[in-house]
């Protein structure tokens, strides 16, 4: 698939380009950030630019190189895949001066209730419960795939738009 300009997308789309070309930038020899061993495991399942909650549900299966000592996936792992997945649904609804940059995180409380071992599946579903024009409340939950009853993590998300101010005439 030919790279497109995600800037010039709106909503699924958008959601969809900006995922493909972190995966993609994952493959590189030499780029080693440290997301790299986990954002290509993650796949979109669907979206939905409903009002007044837009949300983008993920699927990722847990690897050994996801996991702490006891073979569960390590609780850094599941902060950073919520920090990720919980900011799409911005991409949802942002626009030009809007979101568009997908803004900073100010707070990630991610709240773990049960282990994840190595080799489960599980959807990570993430809507956004208010976007503003400066704050934003995201709201993420993992759970076992096939099984919505069994919560693994929660997390809430508050983040802070940091697009320019547009130009006063």
Not at 38 to 65: A, M, W
Request: glycine share 8%; charged share 20%.
């Amino acid at each position: 698939m030919a790279e497109r300009d995600p800037n010039l997308l709106r909503g699924a789309e958008r959601v969809h380009e900006l995922t493909r070309m972190v995966v993609e930038k994952a493959k590189l020899p030499d780029d080693h950030e440290w997301t790299n061993i986990l954002l290509p495991h993650l796949d979109i399942v669907s979206t939905s630019e409903t009002l007044p909650h837009p949300k983008v549900v993920f699927r990722f299966t847990v690897h050994p190189h996801h996991s702490n000592r006891l073979g569960n996936l390590h609780g850094g792992c599941i902060a950073t895949l919520f920090d990720y997945c919980t900011t799409m649904p911005l991409a949802l609804v942002s626009r030009p001066g809007f979101w568009h940059y997908l803004g900073v995180s100010r707070t990630l409380n991610t709240t773990y209730l049960r282990p994840v071992p190595v080799g489960t599946e599980v959807l990570i579903e993430c809507e956004a419960v208010q976007v503003g024009r400066r704050l934003a409340s995201l709201r993420g939950v993992m759970w076992r795939a096939g099984h919505e009853g069994e919560i693994f993590a929660t997390c809430e998300h508050g983040k802070f738009n940091t697009d320019p101010e547009p130009a006063k005439i």
